[in-house]
């Protein structure tokens, strides 16, 4: 998909899918299409160089950019379910996480408890303490595996800008391109049990 901007006292102004040529607007009205990696990131701060290209104000403020995308696809990982020990997955959205907690605290307290949990709808099943506290640490263990996921991505850009720290096309390029090749690596796979 295509998207243009609008630049403005050097800025980028307004976004548009529509391609603006065809005298849909005067003549003194710029115009630039984005390429690929900036239709992801361009926004109101980012400015048009003299050669052309899309920049962001600055490596940091790309950065702060490439941190938040990082935290969402993390995020969806972590929420996407947990594979459990023997095969098979539970889910690991947030409500799931909180009342697994919750029956987890109750199972160290009481060995022999047995809590009925709903699966689906209309499905029910019993679980022991040993059940629960087993699903409380493949739900555990799935989080913290996916923050340090993410630790490692960040910690991966923060070297690549480091090392290019200018808004010059090269070296947004080459902090791009340290995210998109760490996101391909990926988080962890989703058990089958819940990619459906």
């Known amino acids: 998909m295509s998207k243009w901007a609008r630049v403005q006292n050097g800025r980028l102004a307004e976004f548009s899918t529509n391609n603006p040529a065809g005298g849909r607007f005067p003549a003194e009205v710029q115009w630039v299409e984005l390429t690929s990696d900036m239709i992801a990131f361009a926004d ?68 022999t408890l047995v809590r009925r949990w709903k699966t689906g709808p209309g499905e029910f099943q019993d679980f022991d303490a040993a059940t629960i506290m087993a699903m409380g640490d493949a739900i555990a263990g799935h989080v913290q595996a996916c923050i340090d996921r993410e630790y490692e991505i960040c910690s991966a850009l923060r070297m690549a800008a480091a090392a290019h720290p200018t808004t010059a096309a090269a070296d947004v390029e080459a902090v791009l391109s340290v995210f998109h090749a760490e996101v391909k690596r990926g988080f962890l796979p989703v058990p089958q049990a819940m990619a459906s």
């Not at 940091?60 to 938040?68: S, V």
């Not at 947030?94 to 060995?111: H, I, S």
């Open 44 to 111: 109101y701060a980012y400015e048009l160089r003299s050669d052309g290209s899309v920049a962001p104000p600055s490596i940091a403020y790309l950065l702060g950019q490439l941190f938040e995308r990082v935290g969402e696809l993390r995020w969806r990982k972590e929420i996407a379910g947990a594979p459990l020990p023997g095969g098979g997955a539970c889910p690991s959205d947030d409500r799931t996480k909180t009342l697994v907690n919750g029956a987890y605290r109750l199972a160290e307290k009481a060995p």
